[in-house]
T-cell receptor, first 114, second 113 residues
Framework: GAGVSQSPSNKVTEKGKDVELRCDPI?????LYWYRQSLGQGLEFLIY????????KSGLPSDRFSAERTGGSVSTLTIQRTQQEDSAVYLC????????????FGQGTRLTVV | SQKIEQNSEALNIQEGKTATLTCNYT??????LQWYRQDPGRGPVFLLL?????KEKRKERLKVTFDTTLKQSLFHITASQPADSATYLC????????????FGRGTQLTVWP
C-alpha cells in the first residue's frame, strides 16, 4: 500500500484477555518501530525491528508484551493478559535504513481495556 | 537517558503571527533532529529533518534551527494560519544503525483568526 497500515483501528477488550495488533509497513522499509501514546502524553518507544530482528526491545513495559516481524514486512504486537493501564494508542512507523530518514506512521490502534 | 523538553504544552497565537516552538535536549548530541505534526486521532507526520552540521533548514513557511552548543532546536511557522493548529513533536535521532527516535511530549499550537 501507499502508507503504513495498522489494524484494527479500534479494539475494546476485557481485562485479562490477549490482543494482537498488526502493522503493515511501507514496502521496502527495513526499519519498523512500535510506539505507545497515552492520552495527552508523548510517544513512548516500545521496540525497533531491523528486518526480522529486534536489536532494541528495551521499551517493552513488561513480559506481557511481545512483538515479531516476519518476512521483513508485517509485524504483530501481542499483549497478553491485558490490564487497564495498557489502554492507549499503539502507533507503528517504518523507515528506510534505520532512523536516518523520516519515519512514516500509521494511524494507530486505539486499545481500550475494560 | 536522553531527555527532551518542549517549551510548553500549549501555545496560542493570532493568525498571521510567527509561532516559535522550542525543543531542548540533554545528554548526547543527536546526529539528526526531526519535527513532526500530529493532528487529533492521527499518527505523526514528518515535517523537517535537520542534521547536526546544519544550522538552519527551511521549507515553505517552516524554519528549523539546530544549536548543538545550546542543545536546542527552534521551530518557526511564519504567517501562521488556523490550519496550522496541531501538536508539534520534536524527535532526536542518534543516526546509528541501532538508532531510534526519542520524542518530546509535544506542543499544542492553536492559531486563532
Amino acid at each position: 500500500g501507499a502508507g503504513v497500515s495498522q489494524s484494527p483501528s479500534n479494539k475494546v477488550t476485557e481485562k485479562g484477555k490477549d490482543v494482537e495488533l498488526r502493522c503493515d509497513p511501507i514496502s521496502g522499509h527495513t526499519a519498523l518501530y512500535w510506539y505507545r501514546q497515552s492520552l495527552g502524553q508523548g510517544l513512548e518507544f516500545l521496540i525497533y525491528f531491523q528486518g526480522n530482528s529486534a536489536p532494541d526491545k528495551s521499551g517493552l513495559p513488561s513480559d506481557r508484551f511481545s512483538a515479531e516481524r516476519t518476512g521483513g514486512s508485517v509485524s504483530t504486537l501481542t499483549i497478553q493478559r491485558t490490564q487497564q493501564e495498557d489502554s492507549a494508542v499503539y502507533l507503528c512507523a517504518s523507515s528506510l535504513e534505520g532512523m536516518n530518514t523520516e519515519a512514516f506512521f500509521g494511524q494507530g490502534t486505539r486499545l481500550t481495556v475494560v | 537517558s536522553q531527555k527532551i523538553e518542549q517549551n510548553s504544552e500549549a501555545l496560542n497565537i493570532q493568525e498571521g503571527k510567527t509561532a516559535t516552538l522550542t525543543c531542548n535536549y540533554t545528554n548526547y548530541s543527536p546526529a539528526y533532529l526531526q519535527w513532526y505534526r500530529q493532528d487529533p486521532g492521527r499518527g505523526p507526520v514528518f515535517l523537517l529533518l535537520i542534521r547536526e552540521n546544519e544550522k538552519e533548514k527551511r521549507k515553505e513557511r517552516l524554519k528549523v534551527t539546530f544549536d548543538t552548543t545550546l542543545k536546542q532546536s527552534l521551530f518557526h511557522i511564519t504567517a501562521s494560519q488556523p490550519a496550522d493548529s496541531a501538536t508539534y513533536l520534536c524527535a532526536l535521532d542518534r543516526g546509528s544503525t541501532l538508532g531510534r527516535l526519542y520524542f518530546g511530549r509535544g506542543t499544542q499550537l492553536t492559531v486563532w483568526p
